[in-house]
C-alpha cells in the first residue's frame, strides 16, 4: 500500500501564483523527501524534512510537516512555467524503505 | 560522469523475449534501488541492495524478474519472458548508506521498455 500520498492528482496554475501540494502518510518516518520529476526524466531531490522538524524553506520552496497529522504540503511561491513538472513525496521509516507516493501533476501557465 | 547512468535509454522488444536494463551507480554510494513507473504513476518499488547484504526483493512482481549488482556496484535488472504490463519506465536510483537520516536518492534518466 502507498505510504504517501499526494493530493491534489493535478493542479493548474497561472505564473507568479503559488502552488500548495499536499502529502499524507501512514507510519512513522525518520524524515520526508520531495522530489520533482520532468516529463521522460529521472526525479530530483528537492528538499528533506526531518520528523523533529516543522518547517523548512529552500528557494522558492516552503515545506512544513506535522507528524500528529502524518502530513506534510510544499509550497512554490511565484511559480514560473519550468516548475511545471511532477511532485512526489517519500518518507523514509528509519532504515531502507523508501516509498513514494503517485504523485501531483503541476502545470503553469504563462 | 557524476550521475546515475542507465542503459538503454529505450528498448522495444517483442512479448516472449528476454532483456536487460543496466544502471551504474554514482561512485561510492552503496544503495542501489530499482524502480518501475508506468505512464502518469508513480513510482513502484521492485529491489534494493546495499553493499554487500542480501538484496530486498520484496518488490519484484513476479520470478520473471531478477536483478544482480556486481562488486558492489553495476546493476543489472533482467526480464524474463517479457509481457506488454511490463511496459514501463525503468527507474535506478543510488544513494550513500541509508539509515543515517539522510537517505537522499540520485536518480538515472531511466529506460523505457515497450513490449509489442
Known amino acids: 500500500s502507498q505510504q504517501g500520498e499526494e493530493d491534489p492528482q493535478a493542479l493548474s496554475i497561472q505564473e507568479g501564483e503559488n502552488a500548495t501540494m499536499n502529502c499524507s502518510y501512514k507510519t512513522s518516518i525518520n524524515n520526508l523527501q520531495w522530489y520533482r520529476q520532468n516529463s521522460g526524466r529521472g526525479l530530483v531531490h528537492l528538499i528533506l524534512i526531518r520528523s523533529n522538524e516543522r518547517e523548512k524553506h529552500s528557494g522558492r520552496l516552503r515545506v512544513t510537516l506535522d507528524t500528529s497529522k502524518k502530513s506534510s504540503s510544499l509550497l512554490i511561491t511565484a511559480s514560473r512555467a519550468a516548475d511545471t513538472a511532477s511532485y512526489f513525496c517519500?518518507?523514509?521509516?528509519?532504515?531502507?524503505?523508501?516509498?513514494f507516493g503517485p504523485g501531483t501533476r503541476l502545470s503553469v501557465l504563462p | 560522469g557524476a550521475g546515475v547512468s542507465q542503459s538503454p535509454s529505450n528498448k522495444v522488444t517483442e512479448k516472449g523475449k528476454d532483456v536487460e536494463l543496466r544502471c551504474d551507480p554514482i561512485s561510492g554510494h552503496t544503495a542501489l534501488y530499482w524502480y518501475r513507473q508506468s505512464l502518469g504513476q508513480g513510482l513502484e518499488f521492485l529491489i534494493y541492495?546495499?553493499?554487500?547484504?542480501?538484496?530486498?526483493k520484496s518488490g519484484l512482481p513476479s520470478d520473471r524478474f531478477s536483478a544482480e549488482r556486481t562488486g558492489g556496484s553495476v546493476s543489472t535488472l533482467t526480464i524474463q519472458r517479457t509481457q506488454q504490463e511490463d511496459s514501463a519506465v525503468y527507474l535506478c536510483?543510488?544513494?550513500?548508506?541509508?539509515?543515517?537520516?539522510?537517505?537522499?536518492?540520485?536518480f538515472g534518466a531511466g529506460t523505457r521498455l515497450s513490449v509489442l
Open positions: 517519500a518518507t523514509d521509516d528509519y532504515g531502507q524503505n523508501f516509498v
Open positions: 536510483a543510488s544513494s550513500f548508506s541509508p539509515g543515517q537520516g539522510k537517505n537522499i536518492q540520485y
Open positions: 541492495f546495499q553493499g554487500n547484504s542480501a538484496p530486498d
